[in-house]
């Protein structure tokens, strides 16, 4: 059993981890912290006149000459004609679709781009506003923060976990309940079968969450969705609503 246990050899060690011992690392940190400002700071700055937008996510893969990208630059378009600022990740694939989109329809197209680390991913040419994001969590409060609506495309990893968060930053009372469109019923109903014949057996969601997103097929359905949330909501949240949000 003792080969299957960590040794420590000084018996202090195991209660000295939170002793600061390394200068460097702590300046670093703190350099951090100036970075995570200024990321918020240009974010705060450049994005607080958009409103409202609509954020998509969707897949960087995606080819111009695949349904998905098309579908994607139709639903912004409309989206765009119609008032609203299109936010993406500033990409290729998708997130090209929708910002091309944007310009089309002849709102601001904005685009929330990220800088990762051995990958010299170039930002798609059809933005009048791109900012440059190293911290994940950072670009992903404004998606959220500036959003009036989340259209998600299809998408890997990355969409599934930027949506999944919106979910969640609704379903616990952390973000406004705004309209969540999965874009596209043969791509998403594997997960939304899953999430019933699975979660929700298990119990491990509520039935009441599916009412947080609705799947739809058309570029006009997804903007008629929108547009008739907020004809009968209004786009400014009750003083309780915007309280709990801050």
């Not at 450049?46 to 937008?53: F, V």
């Not at 609203?84 to 310009?103: C, D, H």
């Not at 939304?192 to 014949?197: M, N, T, Y």
Request: charged share 20%; with cysteine; glycine share 8%.
């Amino acid at each position: 059993m003792s080969q299957n246990r960590l040794n420590f050899p000084d018996k202090d060690l195991r209660h000295s981890s939170m002793r600061v011992t390394n200068t460097g690392t702590t300046q670093e940190e703190i350099g951090k912290i100036f970075q995570v400002m200024s990321e918020f700071a240009e974010g705060f700055d450049q994005l607080s006149g958009i409103h409202p937008a609509v954020s998509f996510f969707g897949s960087a893969r995606t080819k111009r000459s695949h349904k998905h990208y098309r579908f994607a630059r139709s639903t912004a378009k409309l989206l765009s004609a119609s008032g609203f600022s299109i936010i993406s990740g500033g990409g290729p694939g998708i997130m090209e679709a929708v910002n091309r989109g944007a310009q089309d329809g002849g709102s601001p197209s904005i685009g929330l781009n990220i800088v990762l680390p051995g990958r010299s991913e170039t930002p798609n040419e059809y933005q009048d506003v791109s900012i440059a994001f190293h911290n994940f969590f950072v670009r992903k409060l404004m998606f959220v923060q500036y959003a009036s609506a989340y259209v998600v495309m299809p998408g890997g990893l990355g969409t599934l976990d930027e949506v999944i968060e919106c979910l969640v930053l609704m379903q616990t009372d952390k973000a406004r309940r705004i309209p969540v469109i999965l874009a596209g019923r043969s791509y998403w109903k594997g997960l939304v079968d899953w999430l019933e014949d699975t979660l929700l057996a298990e119990k491990t969601i509520s039935k009441s969450d599916f009412d947080l997103f609705q799947i739809l097929d058309e570029p006009e359905d997804i903007r008629d969705a929108i547009m008739d949330h907020y004809e009968l909501h209004g786009f400014n949240p009750l003083l309780k609503r915007q309280h709990i949000q801050i």
